[in-house]
């Protein structure tokens, strides 16, 4: 059974750096595409960022110069490096897999794919 595991959230002031990891196992990871999604409190659930299992990427307007993502595939892990947080930031962050040949929603849809359980990243002034 596919299960994703997100591990490194936290609290961190505002301009200080986080990265969260998103361990898969479960599923054929070298075929799977994964992406970062966060919801904050009242907020639409929204894609931040993905990364195809050749190392394509996505990353959203709002976070392309702060945020990068990564995979280690000897390793079944993606990883979102936040830097420069914002309060804005603060939202719970979600992986989710799905194969590539399915597109990655914008909005988070856990009708589709494998979700993990999120973890909190929270960012103060």
């Known amino acids: 059974e596919a299960e994703l595991v997100e591990s490194g959230g936290g609290s961190v002031q505002a301009g200080g750096s986080l990265r969260v990891s998103c361990k898969v196992s479960g599923l054929s990871f070298d075929e799977s595409r994964v992406g970062w999604y966060r919801q904050a409190p009242g907020n639409e659930c929204q894609l931040v960022s993905a990364?195809?299992?050749?190392?394509?990427?996505f990353i959203d307007d709002s976070v392309r110069d702060r945020f990068s993502i990564s995979r280690d595939n000897s390793r079944n892990t993606v990883y979102l490096q936040m830097d420069s947080l914002k309060q804005e930031d603060t939202a719970v962050y979600y992986c989710?897999?799905?194969?590539?040949?399915?597109?990655?929603?914008?909005?988070?849809?856990?009708?589709?794919?494998?979700w993990g359980q999120g973890t909190q990243v929270t960012v103060s002034s």
């Open positions: 990364i195809g299992p050749t190392g394509a990427k």
């Open positions: 989710a897999a799905l194969p590539t040949i399915m597109t990655m929603k914008r909005l988070c849809d856990r009708k589709f794919g494998y």
